[in-house]
């Protein structure tokens, strides 16, 4: 009994073997953990249970992988995750950092082409998942807290703020008022993303990056509000999209190579300078129509 048990389970590696190296790693991850489900293998087997709990990773990561070079950023981030989850304690400081790199670079992906809500949503599960992780021991403690402040202080705020912005600019077009309720998760996000980028710890390096998305999506809500009109109201929404383009395009520099956002913030720049002026000459009109009404009138009383 003992003897085909063995068997069955040499054939089931060997075949979840096949599947990982044909690159089929739903199926192979399927197949190892049917192997490891017993409970039995850690003591029975030390070597092959490290074993399958690394090609568990591999093909955890792999998913991942597949899905971020596909373009679902959304399936990408929780396998990474996912992966983090289950396999951080017995990985190497260097595989955790850029794990945390590819995951952090497909939310911001994503959130430039996509502010689903329902998408949103799934991110942030994903990342509110892995605040019940416990620090593995090859990261220190100090880049542990950093890493755990981003992901509430940035990723997660940020998360929220487009999921609010999104429901706030349909109800606008929708005749309600524009109330503009993530901003200052915006604000506070932009700020942590500052002092992140000053910390210089490992994983951190695309602080400005995120800031530079920020900054136009803040710039993007009084847009909004802008486009209501020409009340002093949108006049000064307008001027706030400029200000947050501005700060938006001061961040570009810092790359050594041109930052394919630098076309988008000019033609952003532009349009909403067009706007402005537009804005201020329909004021001065209407103001202009109204003073030459109550010369009218006071003619009139004469």
């Known amino acids: 009994e003992r003897d085909k048990r063995k068997e069955e389970q040499e054939a089931k590696w060997n075949k979840a073997d096949q ?4 690159g089929n790693f739903e199926k192979a991850l399927v197949l190892y953990t049917e192997i490891i489900s017993t409970g039995t293998l850690r003591w029975l ?8 709990r690394q090609r568990q990773r591999d093909c955890a990561l792999g998913i991942a ?36 790199y590819s995951r952090d670079r497909n939310i911001l992906e994503h959130l430039r082409v996509s502010s689903d809500p329902e998408s949103c949503a799934s991110l942030h599960a994903s990342i509110h998942h892995l605040s019940e992780l416990q620090r593995p021991p090859c990261v220190d403690a100090q880049t542990w807290a950093a890493w755990k402040k981003k992901d509430k202080t940035v990723l997660a705020q940020i998360l929220e703020a487009r999921m609010e912005q999104v429901r706030d600019t349909n109800a606008a077009k929708s005749g309600s008022p524009t109330l503009l309720a993530g901003f200052g998760k915006y604000e506070s996000a ?31 809500a009084c847009q909004v509000i802008a486009g209501n009109g ?16 501005d700060a938006a395009i001061k961040l570009l520099p810092s790359y050594g190579i041109k930052h394919f956002r630098k076309e988008i913030c000019s033609g952003l720049k532009s349009a909403l300078e067009s706007q402005l002026q537009e804005q201020i000459q329909e004021r001065e009109r209407e103001a202009a129509e109204a003073q030459e009404v109550e010369r009218v009138l006071e003619e009139q009383r004469k």
Do not use: P
């Open 190 to 220: 932009l700020k942590a993303c500052d002092k992140a980028n000053a910390g210089k710890f490992a994983a951190m390096d695309d602080a400005v990056d995120f800031m530079i998305e920020i900054l136009l999506w803040m710039a993007e």
């Open 45 to 52: 087997d030390q070597e092959l249970f490290t074993a399958v």
């Open 230 to 245: 020409h009340s002093e109201a949108c006049i000064t929404a307008c001027k706030k999209a400029i200000d947050h383009v």
């Open 19 to 22: 599947e990982y190296e044909d």
């Open 65 to 100: 992988e597949r899905f971020s070079r596909d373009g679902d950023h959304v399936h990408a981030v929780k396998w990474y995750c996912t992966t983090l989850f289950d396999h951080a304690e017995n990985m190497s400081r260097e595989s955790i950092v850029g794990i945390r």
